[in-house]
């Protein structure tokens, strides 16, 4: 075979990896293949270099198209053919190479021989100095650690984070430092799976210290999402003073940001920061805190922020309640349905739903009966066919305070029809809180005096 000129290959090598980027696997495949073949033998180095790129390559064609077996096959004969070739290039390919065999390992369910590979990777590479081999070797413990999780082997999955600090947490590469950032992360969330509070906080504090002045917008998100987070846990531990201040800190910092994710972890603090003054009774500040939800996210269209938009006014219209502000609360209801009525996500249906049934208890406490009546029929006009379990709760629950009502204001028959409506509705449904609701139907029935 007559060998193929080594700048021949590297166009080759370059057509190829734009097929790959415009979704032409099967064609990219042929021709790292191609190049993988008539490489063979060549001994020049820099030949060599493109045969270990074509080979991976190759391999990770392989890996989209689904062919595993083939795959993991190909990324072998790196491994065999360079196991000692000390060029650089090679080196990367190599340590590449054995990340995405792991990979393949985990999708096919191969825990074991996933983590092999991770291992071999800290064994071959561990000490190596090239950014591009660091940044697989970090990558490589990362994985190792979410395997970990999946099998919820907690200290070894600790033990895998602590590994990517201890070697790679001075690193100045952006790509390594984003496995720092993220293996801090995942060590909090470990914590909070072991109770651990007080590490899990450490954690968070630690990605601050070491990122907290980072301007690349992945690293801010991190550090963003490590605020977010401590917050979250002194709301767990009761303390809502000092996650309301984690809030602040994170939207102080932030709050002028224009990257998407980051707005919507702005966006995020602002409804955690409004629930931590629920929930310590600061109502006047948790309005002032929904308000300015509105005011700076009202007009977004990113479906996160818009959720976030309709929460801020549903607990907005529930801190009025407790001021007993009933124009007010109606009004913030009433703009829940206005503004996000339409909307067919599922979550925004929900709070939607949760809003009409609050307007029906606000008309309930000022005695508008009528009212009441009319909105629990619109969560009943809404709502009838819905599956998502939450609203069929507050269905189930607008019917029984409906029915309820009218006992009240005597319409003992039109009582009696809408409990029945409840049994034909909900009598097979096996959800703890319809049945609940099913077990009060019956009573409030018995109660009416229909036997």
């Not at 490589?140 to 395997?147: A, E, I, K, R, W």
């Amino acid at each position: 075979m007559e060998l193929l000129p080594p700048h021949e290959a590297r166009e080759i090598l370059d057509e190829a990896a734009d097929l790959f980027r415009q979704g032409h696997i099967q064609s990219a495949l042929t021709a790292y293949s191609y190049i993988a073949s008539n490489l063979a033998n060549h001994t020049a180095q820099p030949v060599r270099e493109m045969r270990a790129e074509a080979y991976f390559n190759k391999g990770i064609c392989l890996k989209e198209i689904g062919d595993s077996g083939l795959a993991l096959t190909t990324l072998d004969e790196i491994l065999t053919e360079f196991s000692s070739d000390q060029a650089p290039r090679v080196r990367e390919v190599m340590s590449m190479a054995l990340v995405c065999k792991g990979v393949l390992y985990a999708a096919l369910g191969d825990l074991g021989s996933e983590i092999a590979s991770y291992e071999k990777l800290l064994t071959i590479f561990g000490d190596d100095e090239s950014p591009r081999v660091r940044e697989q070797v970090a990558k490589g413990l990362l994985y190792s650690g979410f395997t970990r999780n999946r099998t919820q082997e907690w200290e070894k999955e600790i033990a895998a984070y602590n590994e990517i600090v201890l070697r790679f947490g001075d690193d100045l590469e952006p790509e390594v430092r984003e496995q720092v950032a993220v293996a801090l992360l995942n060590r909090g969330e470990v914590f909070e799976s072991k109770g651990d509070w007080d590490q899990e906080i450490a954690a968070y504090d630690e990605i601050v210290r070491r990122f907290g002045d980072d301007r690349e917008p992945e690293m801010r998100e991190r550090v963003a999402t490590a605020i977010l987070n401590r917050g979250g846990v002194f709301g767990r531990k009761g303390d809502w003073d000092q996650e309301t201040l984690a809030y602040e800190e994170l939207i102080k910092r932030f709050g002028d940001d224009d990257e998407t994710e980051i707005e919507a972890l702005v966006a995020e603090a602002f409804l955690c920061k409004v629930k931590a003054l629920e929930s310590n009774e600061r109502f006047a500040r948790e309005i002032d805190a929904c308000n300015e939800i509105l005011a700076r996210f009202g007009d977004s269209n990113t479906p996160e922020i818009r959720e976030i938009v309709a929460w801020a006014l549903l607990l907005k219209g529930e801190a009025l309640v407790v001021g007993r502000e009933s124009e007010r609360e109606i009004s913030a209801f009433d703009e829940v349905v206005s503004r996000f009525g339409d909307d067919d996500t599922p979550q925004i249906r929900e709070i939607v739903a949760h809003a009409l049934f609050a307007k029906g208890q606000t008309f309930r406490r000022i005695g508008e009966w009528e009212l009441e009546i009319a909105t629990y029929d619109e969560i009943c006009s809404r709502f009838a066919n819905d599956k998502t379990l939450e609203v069929r709760e507050v269905l189930a629950l607008a019917l029984l305070n409906k029915g309820g009502t009218l006992g009240q204001i005597g319409e003992a028959k039109l009582e009696i029809t809408t409990y029945d409506e409840i049994l034909a509705r909900f009598d097979e449904s096996d959800t703890p809180q319809v049945r609940q609701i099913l077990e009060m139907d019956i009573l409030y029935k018995s109660e009416s005096g229909d036997e």
